[in-house]
């Protein structure tokens, strides 16, 4: 089991930035990759980045250039900072968990293991 809590949300003007953390605890050494996710009201969650236990990255078109994910694995912690942020990235952000790899692409869906969220509000 891995255990995800995500925190760093909060409301933010447009331009602004928000730094988000991610802690892993339990089985954290059988991760293949981290990702973040986000679920704007009435839309489906939607990939934006992930980073993979090589240290490879890979960003959504919609945040390539102004997010920028990274980790600390002494403290089992992963970020995502976020610069010149929209009204568009309003959500609920998620990072995930992903043992091993599957699905199409390393960064892609499925991942095992989800935390709680954390909301992101963008005003105008």
């Known amino acids: 089991q891995v255990q995800l809590v995500e925190s760093g949300g909060g409301l933010v003007q447009a331009g602004g930035s928000l730094r988000l953390s991610c802690a892993a605890s339990?089985?954290?050494?059988?991760?293949?990759?981290m990702g973040w996710f986000r679920q704007a009201s009435g839309k489906e969650r939607e990939f934006v980045a992930a980073?993979?236990?090589?240290?490879?990255?890979y960003y959504a078109d919609s945040v390539k250039g102004r997010f920028t994910i990274s980790r600390d694995r002494a403290k089992n912690t992963v970020y995502l900072q976020m610069t010149s942020l929209k009204p568009e990235d309003t959500a609920v952000y998620f990072c995930a968990n992903k043992r091993a790899q599957s699905g199409s692409s390393w960064f892609g869906l499925p991942y095992d293991y989800w935390g709680q969220g954390t909301q992101v509000t963008v005003s105008s």
């Open positions: 980073i993979s236990w090589s240290g490879n990255t």
């Open positions: 339990g089985r954290t050494f059988s991760s293949f990759a």
